[in-house]
């Protein structure tokens, strides 16, 4: 069975980067559309940005628009989230996750565990 596996979190000022990697394993993202989600504290999960399994199409939440971007190399079965200019309010755990199509089409099958991001201000 798939198994996602996110690294990269940590504590960060605001204002800084962090750089997310999600590795797949047992199992293929190729293809597939790949997504981040996040939740912080008593709050719901939220999304956060997609990419298309070929990687030609992304989408963004509207608070990561123009700070975060999403990647992939398909060659290394990998999902990347640059994640810059961050505040306070991007603190959560982070998921990766494999859709069930191509497309974001917001059926999401398999999750990582999750990385902690702690933004201080």
């Known amino acids: 069975q798939l198994q996602l596996v996110e690294s990269g979190g940590g504590l960060v000022q605001a204002g800084g980067s962090l750089r997310l990697s999600c590795a797949a394993s047992?199992?293929?993202?190729?293809?597939?559309?790949m997504g981040w989600f996040r939740q912080a504290p008593g709050k719901e999960r939220k999304f956060v940005a997609a990419?298309?399994?070929?990687?030609?199409?992304?989408s963004y939440g509207d608070s990561v628009k123009g700070r975060f971007a999403i990647s992939r190399d398909n060659a290394k079965n990998t999902v990347a989230l640059q994640m810059n200019s961050l505040k306070p309010e991007d603190t959560a755990v982070y998921y990766c996750?494999?859709?069930?199509?191509?497309?974001?089409?917001?059926?999401?099958?398999?999750w990582g565990r999750g990385t902690q991001v702690t933004v201080s201000s």
């Open positions: 990419i298309s399994g070929s990687g030609g199409s992304t």
């Open positions: 047992r199992g293929t993202v190729i293809s597939y559309a």
């Open positions: 996750a494999r859709n069930v199509y191509s497309w974001n089409s917001g059926n999401y099958n398999y």
